[in-house]
């Protein structure tokens, strides 16, 4: 009797710490935002389809804010958000594009929405078995979302200048564009995570920096469309340019070094380095 008790507790403590309702409503909402972007897709309607894809975004942050806030991060969450993201963030923009822009192209174009996919999935699937290991002020790689909402603002914002869809030579402009995408979600570039703000936006005092965020929040309001598009790119954009001042900066220091061999650490037998 002891035994069936203890078999039953240890049940739901396991179904405890596995499941938690109220992040998991979000995710599912994010599962339900992208497959009714799917729909909208298929249908034709891909300024609908666009919006619900960045309101599955909005759910995405919500269920990772909820569970930390709450404390009710489990591994089922995260399995289950992953899960989410394959479909609101890679199956769904895939198919958008590829419906929208990329169909004359044939082969060449559904073959560019399947890389993106694939390439979401690995990149989902390293997160998975990387996360907790890594530093959570950065990704590795363009995050699948961050992609997805670049492919979704793109469509935002020729439905905004009143184009709907890109004709001869803008094809093949949105088929690169879509294996770049590709390419940065399964690169080592990294990439800002924002789970943490940095501390010049949590303790600044400057007057110019509150300037500025009024600023913006003007410009989302008289264009959203066109702000999201240019803080999706130059968010993309921020991954590359910052990899590449970290390997300049490096290599800097490195002939430093060489032209100051002084500068060496200590330790080192100065003697037995010949000189050329």
Not at 235 to 247: A, E, F, K, N, Q
């Amino acid at each position: 009797m002891k035994r069936k008790r203890k078999t039953e507790h240890a049940e739901k403590d396991r179904w405890h710490k596995g499941i938690y309702i109220l992040p998991n409503i979000f995710t599912t909402m994010n599962l339900f935002c992208g497959f009714t972007a799917i729909i909208a897709a298929i249908e034709g309607a891909f300024t609908k389809s666009a919006l619900l894809i960045l309101a599955s975004m909005v759910f995405d942050v919500l269920d990772g804010k909820v569970a930390r806030a709450t404390r009710t991060t489990s591994r089922f969450g995260v399995e289950y958000d992953s899960l989410a993201d394959l479909i609101s963030f890679g199956l769904a923009p895939g198919l958008m594009m590829y419906l929208w822009a990329l169909k004359p192209l044939g082969k060449l174009g559904w073959i560019a929405a399947l890389i993106f996919l694939a390439c979401g999935a690995l990149r989902l699937a390293r997160f998975n078995t990387t996360a907790g290991t890594t530093d959570n002020r950065w990704f590795t790689g363009l995050p699948i979302p961050a992609a997805a909402g670049m492919v979704a603002t793109t469509i935002l914002l020729f439905s905004r200048i009143g184009l709907k869809a890109p004709e001869s030579f803008l094809i093949y402009v949105m088929l690169f564009g879509l294996y770049v995408l590709s390419f940065l979600m399964v690169s080592a570039i990294k990439y800002v995570s924002f789970k943490k703000l940095p501390p010049i936006l949590v303790h600044a005092k400057n007057f110019n920096l509150l300037v500025i965020a009024v600023l913006l929040l003007v410009f989302i309001v008289l264009e959203p469309m066109v702000t999201l598009f240019t803080l999706g790119l130059l968010y993309i954009i921020s991954g590359p340019v910052s990899t590449l001042r970290r390997h300049s900066a490096e290599e800097e220091d490195h002939d430093d070094l060489a032209e100051h061999p002084e500068t060496e650490p200590p330790g080192r037998d100065r003697q037995s380095t010949p000189y050329i």
